[in-house]
């Protein structure tokens, strides 16, 4: 069964580094986000990616973050410069139609851990 | 702001009764609705879900009811299993369906 694949697994970065999350959607998808997970929080919506370019983005998802579908099958979230409170799991997820959700739910990654220190 | 609102951050439940996990929201806008589970390590992974249009949707032991009036659903499960022990997050979308909002999850034991 086609699915999303996220790596790393877990990256550990000190602050102020770069990091890219990467994510491969399932190949006929054409809808992309990353969502993330606070440790103990909830699922928080980042931004969401169509004909690439971004269609939508939280308050979250300030000009540190920036997301990339380089090459058509990856598709990429890089934090600039990181900050303790990045910590999270990152989650991707694609979608194969659009327009509403209740055509297709979103299918999500593994996750990837980053840790901040 | 929290639009979408899991109150019960655990629920325990004994093997082959009903599980019921309850989910409010507060924007009206929300037309859509999406129950999730979540096992540890693991992306969150669909599981049923219910258009405004309707007040029920059945999927084998999963059922998922809507109260648009009260701005309620709720997610139950019967009879419940062990394997069912996980974290269950509902979600809601707008029209415009871009984008979902997340409860906060309610962790689900199932005790055999």
């Known amino acids: 069964e086609p699915e999303v694949t996220q790596t790393p697994s877990h990256q550990v970065t000190q602050m102020g580094q770069e990091v890219i999350l990467r994510c491969v959607p399932i190949?006929?998808?054409?809808?992309f986000y990353w969502y993330r997970q606070i440790l103990g929080q909830k699922v928080e919506f980042l931004v969401s990616?169509?004909?690439?370019?971004?269609?939508?983005k939280s308050e979250i998802f300030d000009d540190q973050f920036s997301v990339e579908r380089p090459d058509g099958s990856n598709f990429t979230l890089k934090i600039r410069s990181t900050k303790l409170e990045d910590s999270a799991m990152y989650f991707c997820a694609s979608r194969r139609t659009g327009g509403s959700l209740r055509n297709t739910e979103a299918f999500f990654g593994q996750g990837t851990r980053l840790t901040v220190v | 702001d929290q639009q979408v609102k899991q109150n019960s951050p655990s629920l325990s439940v004994q093997e082959g009764r009903i599980s019921i996990l309850n989910c409010d929201y507060t924007?009206?806008?929300?037309?859509?609705f999406l129950w999730y589970k979540k096992y540890p390590a693991e992306g969150p992974t669909f599981l049923i879900s219910?258009?405004?249009?309707?007040d029920k949707n059945e999927d084998g032991r999963f059922t998922v009811f809507l109260n648009k009036s009260a701005k309620h659903l709720s997610l139950h499960i019967v009879p419940s299993q062990p394997g069912d022990s996980a974290v269950y997050f509902c979600?809601?979308?707008?029209?415009?369906?871009?984008?979902?909002?997340f409860g906060g999850g309610t962790r689900l034991m199932v005790k055999p």
């Open positions: 190949s006929n998808h054409l809808y």
């Open positions: 979600a809601a979308s707008n029209n415009a369906g871009n984008m979902l909002t």
């Open positions: 924007n009206s806008m929300f037309d859509y």
């Open positions: 219910i258009s405004s249009i309707k």
């Open positions: 990616f169509y004909n690439n370019e971004i269609s939508e």
